[in-house]
């Protein structure tokens, strides 16, 4: 998917590609380049910052979350060596909705080639029957399958020939107050906006191979404030979740527990193999902290940590599986996230889930700075193929968000809050959501 060794041309610039990762733990920021007339990038750079202002995924201080994303930025920018002004961000906070819907066309009377337009249309038809709350948006809307003259499993109909086109189509749905607030945020911080990926589908992304989503798989992205599920079949997303449960509340409950303070129960669930049973039941942690010592059972570790994952896995991760109505995953689980890399935990998800489960690193982990190539960065890495694949076939992902993004002033300017005033109309997806095009010949009507 990623250049790793790439000698550019001198006469030709290439593309920069930059993801935003807002999480609960940190920001993240990934730089990548891309040349002209290819369909790779290679990944040059990820800043980072920790994240204030953010909790469960959603901005709950719009100052703090714009100070981090500003110090996230400038330390991707000294990496590389280039300004950074435009920015495709991923978020994982509030409730998301997907919703199934059907969609025809005809194509004619006689066999003809089905194009752009076509594809369009059947999908403007399939948006028609979705229902979307006033106080809610549409944030991708995802073709799951194609069917032409009563052909199912037909992956991309343009230029086939055929008198009938059919499409399943998924709507995801979130709340526009939490769009908003990240267009706000990523606004004061002096960058413009080119696009928005729900974090399930770019974690994904960001660690599939191609074989495991075709065959399918589950992605759960377990990080400090939420976890995000992505359940893959044919090469498609067809189920995308966000639980508002992550390592946080394991560290939480370990500290609440056992008396502890949370840096230290933080320290104790990174350094202790809390999924994996000690063999002896009277075995001790003993420490000091803050001049005073500590005596922990090691099987009271992990049984207050299997509590929460038991939890976890049972209550809320299999329903949402369980939703995306598939009956196997041949692919089963892949776990990625901050808490992926706690010892045991593929061999716990196991015997919970009854699925093979394997622990992955993003797909690019090589080509990435040493140190920000881990399960926690595997989001991140995933924007960049999110861009890629946008790109690459303009009907996989369609964002519906109506983005209005002004040009952005020179480095100083930004750096002292003195950028140009972010104007974008309110987010709303009338009639199930026209193309762009509409949208602006509808506002000239209003104008003139």
Known sequence: MFRKNTSY?????PELLVGLDLGTSKVTVVVAEKEDGDDEAQIIGVGQAPSNGIRKGLIVNLDQAVRSVKQAVSDAESM?????????????????????SKGMISLGRSPRAVMSLDIERVIEAAQADVAVPANQSILHTIPVEYSLDG???????????GMRLDIQLQSIIVSTAT???????????????????????????GVLSPEESLAGAAVIDIGGGTTGIAVFFEGRPIHLGLIPVGGDHITNDVGSVLKLPLNKSEELKKEVSVFTAPDDPSETIEFMFNNRSYSVLKSDLHNIVSCRMEELCDQLIRPEIKSAGVSMLPAGIILTGGVSRTEGIDAFMMDMMDLPVRVSMPIDTNGMPPGRNTQEYSSAAGIIRYMLERERY???????????????????????????????????????????????????????
Do not use: Y
């Open 9 to 13: 041309s001198a006469d030709i610039e």
């Open 80 to 100: 590389v060596g280039q300004s950074i002004d435009e920015v495709c961000v991923s978020f994982g906070g509030g409730d998301v909705t997907c919703v199934r």
């Open 151 to 161: 052909n199912v499993g037909i992956d991309d109909p343009l230029g086939m020939t």
């Open 179 to 205: 769009i908003q607030n990240i267009l706000n945020c990523v606004d004061k911080a002096g960058l413009a906006v080119s696009g928005l990926v729900l974090k399930p589908l770019a974690s994904a992304l």
């Open 394 to 448: 303009p009907f996989r992902f369609i964002d519906n968000i109506p983005f209005v993004s002004t040009p952005k002033p020179d480095k100083p300017e930004r750096n002292k809050d003195k950028g140009k005033k972010f104007q974008m109309p309110p987010i709303q997806m009338p009639d199930g959501g026209k193309d762009v095009i509409k949208n602006i010949k509808h506002l000239f009507d209003d104008l003139f």
